[in-house]
């Protein structure tokens, strides 16, 4: 289906999403809130203005009251993102499209996507502040209601030409508006948010299935109906994920645990290097901010600069503490810290495997004259060469 759907999420993606668990459970910031009032104060005006080009119209209730329940079950089913979350609403979207009124589709998103929340509310997993989201998960609407309302035209009476325009504003007016209201409370990068668009990839394959149900809904409401076996195969998946990211999520606090803890071990073992490490991490991450490397590099780069120097543990103290120079059979052994280093890490599993390659090289120069390995040049990784350079200016 798409890179973030079938392969394990990037770095990036990892801290975004542990980033979103947290934020939905707590309440919402004042830079959140004033966003989140921005956007939907936003979707309250163009709500008003469908109205005003194009009052409603009677309509027939119980369409409506079925595409309306199957909607809120719909808005249940949910798959995590980086940024939150998305749906598949469009099943029961395009059906509900198909027999409201234009100016009424808007207002019956707002008050399906505001049901759905009440559960997680009253069993207070969420604080009352994050219905102000509703707002603004419902521009989506706003699209296909103004392409109809404009052209006047009843969607089961539109051509494909018109429906392609509603979905493309569909897509076009919520990622808009999503990546305004991500930028202003989460200061998303726009590229974070460019790869997520393979939601749209999704819904445009769902809207296929709904429109053969908006077809004949008005004169079968219950064949909305037909729809939720499908939507009870997405919950198993979108659990599925949930349960698949919560792990990663673990799994990777779990090595940063490690990390930091032997970060301590080093300091208890000799206070000197333990400082020394500490100093080294502050001098590489200012040089991967002004390089503005990516998410791994930065966190690959603070854990080889944290722990270059762990394999000292398994160095005898006398030779560490050595106040003079050392001899040639000292140096030898000292030398092997970088090998011991990366043995350790390499136990340890998972990313730390990356960072123990850094902790091996982190002596080896430019021309070849370093340690374990002789490597020169290109040979040595980017990280591994900032290592060396902060190690030796912090000396």
């Known amino acids: 289906m798409s890179s973030d759907m079938s392969l394990p999420p990037t770095l990036e993606e990892q801290e975004l999403h542990a980033d979103t668990f947290r934020r939905s459970g707590s309440r919402m910031t004042p830079r959140e809130l004033a966003a989140e009032a921005l956007v939907a104060s936003g979707f309250v005006l163009a709500a008003f203005g469908i109205w005003l080009l194009r009052p409603p119209h009677a309509f027939a209730i119980a369409p409506a009251a079925v595409c309306l ?3 809120v079950l719909a808005t249940r089913v949910r798959f995590d993102t980086p940024f939150g979350y998305t749906v598949p609403t469009q099943l029961a979207f395009v059906p509900l499209v198909f027999v409201l009124p234009a100016a009424l589709v808007p207002i019956a998103v707002v008050l399906a996507l505001a ?14 502040s994050r219905l102000v989201h509703v707002a603004g998960n419902s521009w989506f609407a706003i699209g296909p209601a103004a392409v109809f309302a404009i052209s006047n035209i009843e969607p089961r009476h539109a051509g ?4 392609l325009a509603a979905l493309g504003a569909q897509f076009l007016v919520d990622f808009g508006v999503s990546s305004l ?21 999704i819904d445009a394959a769902l809207s296929g299935i709904a429109l053969v149900v908006a077809e004949s809904v008005h004169a079968a409401p ?14 198993m998946f979108g659990r599925e994920r949930h349960d698949r990211l919560q792990s990663v999520l673990e799994l990777n606090n779990a090595y940063r645990g490690t990390a930091l803890v032997l970060g301590d071990v080093v300091e208890a073992d000799d206070d000197y290097t333990g400082q020394h490490c500490k100093g080294v991490v502050g001098l590489a991450l200012a040089v991967a901010e002004q390089l503005d490397l990516d998410a791994e590099q930065r966190r690959n780069l603070e854990f080889g600069a944290l ?19 050392l001899n040639p059979e000292e140096w030898t052994i000292i030398k092997t810290h970088t090998v011991e280093g990366q043995r350790m890490l390499e136990q340890v599993g998972g990313f730390m495997r990356e960072v123990g390659l850094i902790v091996r090289t982190h002596h080896e120069r430019w021309d070849g004259g370093g340690y374990p390995d002789g490597l020169a040049g290109e040979a040595i990784a980017l990280e591994e060469r900032f290592i060396f350079c902060c190690d030796t200016w912090h000396e």
């Open 69 to 71: 329940l199957v909607l």
């Open 222 to 235: 219950a064949k909305a109906l037909t729809l939720l076996p499908l939507l009870g195969v997405l919950a």
């Open 307 to 325: 722990l270059h120097d762990v394999g000292k543990i398994a160095i005898p103290k006398e030779i560490v503490n050595k106040p003079g120079k």
């Open 160 to 163: 494909a030409t018109l429906l």
């Open 181 to 201: 209201g991500c930028r202003l409370a989460r200061q998303a990068s726009f590229s974070a948010q460019v790869r997520e668009t393979w939601v749209y990839a």
């Open 115 to 128: 049901i759905a929340r009440l559960p997680e509310l009253a069993r207070g997993r969420a604080p009352a």
